[in-house]
């Protein structure tokens, strides 16, 4: 009895192990990126803002309307905005009271080390046999313990998201505002999408329990792991184990859907895979698909203030370049 108890008990980590040892090296890939991120950024170039100022009318309070082109002098008391000449935008969090950057994300080649990796294991189970046979004999291994099924992987997969948007309403705000992050959100969701679901339809592998042909890629561990992988985006810059929670509810994810009989380990790994790669791209290509859907231009700006200088009034207008 005691014997059978360790085996229930044992049971549960059939399909942990190999894809708890990936999110470990996901994890270390990440930390060396970051750690890359942070030194090329010691000493950035400064980016030379030329700003333009005029005086483009003035109202005299003896000589009536003339005309000027000076610009304002330091004595004087315009009220035109001083522009300040900041190579980037930061804010403040006020949790972790962390400048975080704004700049547009540029993915480097480590980004791509696992995605590249999870998914070349999954293609590869489908014809090597030795990861064949690990994906029949985890199907047997969890056949012969009888694992409970659940339906609770169906709801992990967004809990990775729920809680970004959940955070940010509580006021611990992350790297992007609620347009910018939804954006980013729904392009991964698409990119994930358009290589998951042709996928499924060009391989044609049949699931464990033979529901149908639609195995490979895994679809639910696709949309966990761009969702954990999204929370990591948002938060890395403020607090590192805060934006690495969203992990273990994609893992979950992955795991149930091997216990659940609807995947094979293989089609697991590869749809974790492809769900931090459709991420990575997302935030890689944000800055053209917002500027394409909101004609967002952040390298200029235009401001026109009321001034007063040696007793004229007039308007004052300074562009950024």
């Known amino acids: 009895m005691i014997h059978m108890k360790q085996n229930q008990q044992a049971h549960l ?8 040892i990936l999110f470990l090296l996901d994890v270390t890939v990440v930390k060396s990126q970051i750690t890359t991120e942070v030194s090329s950024h010691i000493n950035p170039s400064e980016h030379n803002h030329s700003v333009f100022k005029t005086n483009i009318a003035t109202i005299g309070t003896t000589d009536g309307i003339t005309n000027s082109s000076h610009l304002l002098s330091a ?38 080390i696992v995605p590249t990796a999870f998914i070349g294991f999954g293609v590869a189970s489908l014809s090597i046999n030795g990861l064949k046979n690990l994906n029949l004999s985890t199907k047997d291994e969890i056949s012969e313990h009888q694992l409970k099924h659940t339906n609770l992987d169906n709801y992990s997969q967004y809990v990775p998201v729920a809680m970004v948007y959940g955070l940010n309403a509580l006021g ?29 339809h060009i391989v044609k592998e049949i699931r464990p329990d033979s529901s149908n042909n639609l195995s490979f890629p895994s679809g639910h561990t696709a949309t966990a792991f761009s969702s954990a992988q999204f929370m990591f985006h948002e938060y890395r810059d403020s607090n590192f184990w805060l934006s690495i929670s969203g992990y273990p509810f994609a893992i979950f994810t992955g795991t149930y859907r091997a216990i659940n009989n609807k995947h094979w380990v293989g089609d697991v790994v590869a749809g974790a895979g492809f769900g931090i790669l459709a991420t990575e791209l997302a935030y890689w290509v944000h800055p053209k698909i917002n500027h394409l859907l909101f004609k967002d231009d952040k390298t200029t700006s235009a401001t026109i203030m009321p001034f ?10 300074a562009k950024q370049f």
Do not use: W
Not at 13 to 20: A, G, Q
Not at 179 to 194: C, F, H, N, P, W
Not at 308 to 317: A, D, E, T, V
């Open 172 to 200: 611990v705000q992350g790297k992007h505002n609620f347009k910018d992050r939804t954006v980013i959100y729904l392009t991964s969701q698409l990119i994930s999408g358009a290589m998951v679901l042709p996928l499924k």
């Open 308 to 317: 007063y200088q040696n007793k004229h009034f007039g308007l004052s207008y």
């Open 13 to 20: 980590f059939v399909c942990h192990p190999l894809i708890s």
């Open 75 to 112: 004595d004087s008391t315009g009220l035109s905005p001083v522009v300040n000449r900041t190579n980037k935008a930061t804010k403040l969090n006020r949790f972790f009271h962390t400048a975080i950057d704004e700049t547009p994300y540029r993915p480097h080649l480590t980004s791509f």
